[in-house]
C-alpha cells in the first residue's frame, strides 16, 4: 500500500524583519536616494509593529485592516504605493504565496492645496530681519522657493557651486532631488540679487561645502527650524505658513499669470503631468476668469452684448 505523504507548507525563508531588511538593500541598489529608501522603512515598519505576527500566512487580512483605517486619501495612497512594491517583491522571492495588495486601487485626492494670495506674499516677505544672517536667509529662502517652487530639502542642498548667477539659474542635481533627475531652474533678478547678498555675508572661513541656505553658524538648515520659523512669521501676518504652502503658492501663481501646465511640470520636477494637477488648485472664480478671457465666442461674437434680465 502506497505511503500518503502528507505535504507541509514550507516554512518562510525570512523573518518579516529580515525580508524587510533585504528589501531595503535591494531598493538601495536599484539606486533610490535614502530619503526614498526610508520612507519604504518607515512605512512597513509601521504595517508590521501595528500586525507584528501576520508574517507569512495573515498578511492579506491584516493589509486590509491596515489600509482601511481612517486616513486620508494622501496617507492611503503613500502606504498603498510603499506596501504594493513590498509585497510584489516579497511574492517574487518567494516569502510569501500571493500579493494580499491585488484588488486595492489608490483612492481620489480632491484635497484643496492651501497657498497664499499675492498681496500677503508681500506682506511675509517683509517681515524677516534682513540686518541679521539669519533674517537675510530667510527672505532669500522665501524669495528662491517662491520663485522656482523647489522643494524645502532641495534648496536646503544646494552649494555655491549649483548656482550660475551670471546666467541666472540653479541645478537641482539628481542627488539631491526628490525624483533623482536633475533639472536647472530659472532665476529671476530679484532672487539673484538676493542670493549674491546671502553669499557675500558668508562667513570667510566657511568652505563652499556649506550649504547656501545654511544656518547662521554654517551647519545644514532643518525642515523643522525652517517650519518653526516659518510659523512665527504666519503669525504675525495673520495666516498659516509652512514650507510647502510656499511650494503651492508658486505653482498656483505661476498658472494663474499664465504659466504653461508642462512648463510647470518641468519646474517642479513632476514624474508626471497628474502631480502638478495635484499641486495647483483653480477656484471657480479662476475658471470663470479664464473661461471669460479665452472663450471663442465670447471674443467672435460677444463684444458690445450684455446679459439681459430674463
Known amino acids: 500500500m502506497a505511503k500518503v505523504m502528507k505535504l507541509h507548507k514550507a516554512a518562510p525563508k525570512r523573518s518579516w524583519s529580515g525580508a524587510l531588511q533585504e528589501y531595503l538593500l535591494f531598493k538601495k541598489a536599484q539606486g533610490l536616494r535614502d530619503i526614498t529608501v526610508k520612507g519604504h522603512r518607515n512605512v512597513m515598519e509601521l504595517f508590521f509593529k501595528r ?6 500566512d495573515e498578511v492579506k487580512e491584516a493589509v486590509y485592516r491596515f489600509m482601511g483605517e481612517d486616513i ?15 509585497f510584489g517583491w516579497a511574492v517574487g522571492e518567494g516569502y510569501i504565496e500571493r500579493d494580499p495588495m491585488v484588488g486595492l486601487k489608490k483612492r481620489k485626492d480632491h484635497g484643496r492645496m492651501e497657498c497664499l494670495d499675492e498681496d500677503e506674499v508681500r506682506r511675509l516677505l517683509l517681515l524677516p530681519d534682513r540686518t541679521t544672517f539669519a533674517g537675510l536667509r530667510d527672505y532669500a529662502l522665501l524669495c528662491f522657493v517662491l520663485d522656482t517652487g523647489a522643494r524645502p530639502k532641495e534648496a536646503f542642498s544646494l552649494r555655491m557651486a549649483d548656482f550660475n548667477l551670471r546666467s541666472t539659474e540653479v541645478m537641482i542635481t539628481s542627488e539631491v532631488s526628490k525624483t533623482g533627475v536633475s533639472r536647472t531652474l530659472p532665476l529671476s533678478p530679484v532672487t539673484v540679487r538676493t542670493v549674491k547678498m546671502l553669499i557675500g555675508v558668508r562667513h570667510e572661513m566657511w568652505s563652499d561645502e556649506v550649504p547656501v541656505f545654511c544656518s547662521a553658524e554654517g551647519t545644514p538648515f532643518r525642515n523643522d527650524t525652517w517650519r518653526d520659523r516659518l510659523e512665527k512669521y504666519g503669525d504675525e501676518l495673520g495666516v498659516k505658513v509652512y514650507p510647502y504652502i510656499l511650494r503651492h503658492t508658486f505653482a498656483t501663481l505661476f498658472l494663474r499669470a499664465g504659466g504653461n501646465a508642462l512648463a510647470l511640470q518641468r519646474l517642479m520636477g513632476h514624474s508626471t503631468l497628474e502631480m502638478t494637477r495635484r499641486y495647483v488648485h483653480l477656484n471657480q472664480e479662476d475658471i470663470k476668469d479664464q473661461h471669460m478671457a479665452a472663450s471663442p465666442m465670447q471674443r467672435i461674437a460677444g463684444k458690445g452684448t450684455r446679459v439681459r434680465g430674463l
Open 51 to 56: 500586525h507584528p505576527s501576520c508574517w507569512p
Open 72 to 86: 486620508k486619501p494622501g496617507t492611503f495612497n503613500i502606504r498603498f504605493s510603499y506596501m504594493r512594491q513590498f
